[in-house]
């Protein structure tokens, strides 16, 4: 398990969080049904290796005050120009944590129904799922490699291979599909052109 030092902090002053932030320090806090609320500061660099390393939705060990927490990071807060990570919150959890997180879609591969001028269509780029700490997937992924035109993934298909969660999606809802293009007829050719002054 990956660790991630933690220090705790008294002052909570803007100015101090400014200086912090430009030292490399995000601060944050921790908090559990074991543990009173506590803030903290960690390196920016150490958390984004340790995010690297275990995925967003990963268990990480939290060494704060000598002691070390089993923790996930809850959500974050991010610099809307730069991505910088401004403000971290991590909730302590255990083998019997149970919790309500949304899990990345991926698309793998290209398609047989693109090979033949086909397009994909992404509905869902996310996923919200309720789950064991230990069971969340980083991300959902889908191999389309023989996925031919016509061809649609709906929730009660991933459910299938990702039984340790629930979905909390309707079961008929699509996730992606690799769809027909439409052709272009004589006259929607004729009136582009019209359009464009050619």
Request: glycine share 6%; hydrophobic share 35%; net charge negative.
């Amino acid at each position: 398990m990956n660790t991630l030092a933690a220090q705790e902090r008294e002052d909570v002053k803007k100015s101090t969080l400014k200086t912090m932030r430009k030292d490399g320090e995000i601060p944050g806090i921790v908090y559990g049904r074991e543990i009173n609320t506590k803030s903290i500061f960690i390196k920016n660099a150490d958390l984004r290796k340790v995010i690297k390393d275990v995925g967003r939705n990963g268990i990480i060990s939290l060494n704060l005050n000598g002691k070390s927490k089993d923790v996930i990071l809850r959500d974050y807060q991010n610099n809307p120009v730069t991505k910088d990570m401004l403000h971290v919150d991590f909730l302590q959890v255990d083998k019997h944590t149970e919790i309500d997180t949304s899990v990345s879609v991926i698309l793998k591969g290209t398609s047989n129904g693109e090979k033949v001028g086909g397009i994909v269509k992404q509905f869902l780029h996310e996923l919200n799922i309720t789950a064991n700490v230990n069971n969340i997937p980083d991300s959902i992924e889908i191999d389309m490699t023989n996925f031919e035109i016509g061809h649609t993934v709906q929730i009660a298909d991933i459910k299938k291979e990702y039984s340790n969660c629930t979905f909390n999606h309707e079961d008929e809802e699509a996730v992606m599909m690799v769809d027909y293009v439409k052709p272009v007829t004589e006259e929607e050719d004729a009136s582009t052109v019209e359009a464009s002054g050619v």
